[in-house]
């Protein structure tokens, strides 16, 4: 194999230019020559590629975003769309395309390589952990180290006025930010999309903590839990007698340089999955199972079904009395 593609698409995550970085160096010690296509599969519709160098890609392992772009394609679902793009993959005579991104980028080019037989490989470039087929996902680590910087400062303020605060993270379907930035930072209560948590148990932990003499209360909430930050803070208000506060990170969870396990994570996908190609071998994804750099069928990666980890959402209870 003498010529790859390597595209970001979806949200952005920190260690994604480290990926970047290991897919160009990686083919081109390979000798192959590598294309990055700008805006992901909108700029792979549009014919946005570039011809990487070593030097394309200096200076960018300790970036977060991506500097090839990316985008979530909403006309990358129309059939004629997707002919385009793998017409202007064949014009370069491009033999295989590396998507770093997260679910509905996998899909994508797998969907992609079964309609045109395009050899593809997927890499886990995501911060919601949402993949199953993976223990982590490129950039998750350096989200949950964001949210835990975040508590560490809300926790000051709080303690100086006897408030609770309410911390509104990402994750849509998938509460792992949530979850381990509520283990391993000392919150009270983190409600999850996965998880079915009443407000009057909220309420419950919340008043047995005043009681015991807590200064502070810390509720992580998952943007994917039923119960609005808003009606969740009114009724806390109501049933605790206590301030609350209200903190929303949003994108500040997706920017920041990446951490040394989203940088070695990228790393170590980005070189599988060339090595991979040079070997003939294709329509992979790649992933971290056990601390281990593994790959399997991107079709039955795809449909492997996630569940939430109950043994540490059961930390939670039991260390934050």
Do not use: W
Not at 162 to 177: A, F
Not at 187 to 203: T, W
Request: charged fraction near 25%; proline fraction near 2%; aromatic fraction near 4%.
């Amino acid at each position: 194999m003498k010529r790859i593609a390597v595209l970001t698409s979806g949200g952005d995550s920190p260690g994604m230019n480290a990926a970047l970085r290991a897919v160009v160096r990686c083919g081109i010690a390979y000798d192959m020559e590598v294309y990055a296509v700008h805006s992901g599969y909108e700029g792979l519709i549009d014919n946005k590629f570039e011809r990487m160098s070593r030097r394309s890609v200096a200076d960018i392992l300790h970036r977060g975003g991506t500097i090839i772009k990316t985008a979530r394609s909403a006309r990358f679902h129309n059939p004629e769309n997707r002919k385009i793009a793998y017409d202007n993959l064949k014009k370069l005579k491009i033999e295989a395309l590396v998507v770093i991104g997260g679910n509905g980028s996998l899909a994508g080019a797998n969907l992609l390589s079964e309609e045109t037989g395009i050899p593809v490989m997927g890499l886990p470039g995501t911060i919601d952990n949402d993949l199953a087929y993976t223990d982590y996902t490129i950039g998750f680590d350096t989200a949950v180290n964001t949210v835990l910087d975040a508590i560490s400062k809300i926790r000051d303020t709080s303690s100086s006025h006897d408030r609770s605060t309410v911390l509104e993270v990402m994750g849509r379907h998938c509460g792992d930010i949530a979850l381990y930035a509520g283990i391993a930072g000392g919150a009270e209560v983190v409600l999850l999309p996965e998880v079915e948590m009443p407000l009057n148990e909220v309420v419950d932990t919340v008043n047995e903590g005043i009681a015991s003499g807590k200064l502070h209360n810390i509720i992580i909430r998952a943007e994917g839990y039923p119960v609005s930050s808003a009606e969740l803070i009114k009724t806390l208000k109501k049933e605790t007698g206590q301030d609350v506060k209200l903190v929303v990170l949003s994108y500040l969870q997706r920017g920041g340089s990446p951490t040394f396990r989203d940088r070695m994570l990228a790393t170590d996908c980005g070189m599988m999955a060339v090595e991979l190609l040079s070997q003939g071998i294709t329509n992979r994804a790649i992933g971290e199972v056990n601390g281990q750099i593994v790959h399997m069928d991107l079709a039955k990666a795809l449909k492997a079904k996630r569940t939430l980890r109950d043994e540490l959402f059961h930390e939670i209870s039991v260390l934050s009395k």
